[in-house]
Each structure stands twice: as structure tokens, then as C-alpha cells.
């Protein structure tokens, strides 16, 4: 069974600061993809990475994707308040049905 | 280009009543995947269908629940007798599924059913 895990659950960070958060999958993976959600509201699709190695970036987010560990980063560059939300990844596992697991979700708070 | 679209968005059911939640795809995409979210949690797949094709439905419960989506309409997730433990977010999502890879998953605002 496909497992996803993120680290941490939860975090709080000043305006300014780096910091990068990781998303750990169990099984051999086609996809990884991340989300953002505001409270109340639908995800909003950040990144999508197909491959090893795979690199984006978006304004002050940076995913990467490392297949043989199986695990992806988000990095925050110079956070600012209005990164404040919650950020989920999701796997889609290879070989399998279109269905994404997804992981529990990083409640991040920007203090100003 | 009009997003994925879903409603009610919020609905309120007493147990025992019936809940039907609607979801139409954005414009192209022939793929659709509904998925429920439990306060504080992640979201978890229920079923993902195609037109008028049930192709994944390994996160449904095996009772009172039910989706279809059909030819010409909406897709519909159906739950019958609700009970408070389905009260959640339902949100849709779709996809167009071009070449070998799938296109990333686009998702609906969401119905939070509310079972009193």
C-alpha cells in the first residue's frame, strides 16, 4: 500500500526565513505532485515532477524530486505572510489507477 | 475557460436523508476523481471515473455510496441514509489524460456535507 508522509505537520516561521519541508512516499512512484490550500477553500495545484532529479520553482517555492530516496522538498525562500496555508504532496503510484495518495498536509504560519 | 465546478457547496443533511453532490469537469477534460477530506486531514480517493466508466472505485464504501457520470450531465456522487461520520469535504477533481502521462489533477471548490 502506498504510504505518504509529510514533515512537519505544522510549522511557524518569521517573514524572511528559509525553510523546507519534506514529503516521504513508500512506493515506487510515477508523479509527485504538490498542492496548497487556503482555509475553506480547493487546492490549488504548485508543482508537478515527473522525473529524478526534477527541479521547479514558482516565486519563493522550489520543489525537487529524488526517486531513488522517495522523497521531495519544498523549499521556502524569504517567506512572507501570504504563504500562510496548507501544503500538501501526493503520489501517484506507478503502474497503478490515476488515483492520488495524499499526504496529511503542512499547516504552515508566516508570522510577520 | 471555466474551472472544475461543484454544487451545492454546502450542504446540510439530517441522517437517514439522502445526499447527491454534482460535479462538472472543466471544459476537454474526460477524467474525474472524487475525494473526501475530513477535518484536519488529507484528502482520501473514493473513485475516479471516466464517461459513463467506473474505472478505480477502491476508496468507496462498499454501502450507501455511489457515483456515476454519465454521457451527457454531470458527474454525481450519491450517498444514501447519511450518517454523521459522513460528514466532510467532497471535493472533484478532472483531468485530461493526454499521451502516456497523466495531466496534473485539477480540483473543484468542494461540498462540505453537514449530517445533523
Known amino acids: 500500500e502506498l504510504k505518504v508522509e509529510q514533515n512537519p505537520l505544522f510549522l511557524s516561521m518569521q517573514e524572511g526565513k528559509n525553510y523546507t519541508i519534506y514529503c516521504n512516499y513508500s512506493t515506487t512512484s510515477d508523479r509527485l505532485y504538490w498542492y496548497r490550500q487556503d482555509p475553506g477553500k480547493s487546492l490549488e495545484s504548485l508543482f508537478v515532477l515527473l522525473s529524478n532529479g526534477a527541479v521547479k520553482q514558482e516565486g519563493r517555492l522550489m520543489a525537487s524530486l529524488d526517486t531513488k530516496a522517495r522523497l521531495s522538498t519544498l523549499h521556502i525562500t524569504a517567506a512572507v505572510h501570504d504563504l500562510s496555508a496548507t501544503y500538501f504532496c501526493a503520489v501517484a503510484r506507478q503502474g497503478g489507477s490515476e488515483k492520488l495518495v495524499f499526504g496529511k498536509g503542512m499547516k504552515l504560519t508566516v508570522n510577520p | 475557460n471555466a474551472g472544475v465546478m461543484q454544487n451545492p457547496r454546502h450542504l446540510v443533511r439530517r441522517r437517514g436523508q439522502e445526499a447527491r453532490l454534482r460535479c462538472s469537469p472543466m471544459k476537454g477534460h474526460s477524467h474525474v476523481y472524487w475525494y473526501r477530506q475530513l477535518p484536519e486531514e488529507g484528502l482520501k480517493f473514493m473513485v475516479y471515473?471516466?464517461?459513463?466508466?467506473?474505472?478505480?472505485e477502491s476508496g468507496m464504501p462498499k454501502e450507501r455510496f455511489s457515483a456515476e457520470f454519465p454521457k451527457e450531465g454531470p458527474s454525481i456522487l450519491r450517498i444514501q441514509q447519511v450518517v454523521r461520520g459522513d460528514s466532510a469535504a467532497y471535493f472533484c477533481a478532472s483531468s485530461p489524460r493526454t499521451g502516456e502521462y497523466q495531466e496534473t489533477q485539477y480540483f473543484g471548490p468542494g461540498t462540505r456535507l453537514l449530517v445533523l
Open positions: 471515473l471516466q464517461k459513463e466508466n467506473i474505472i478505480d
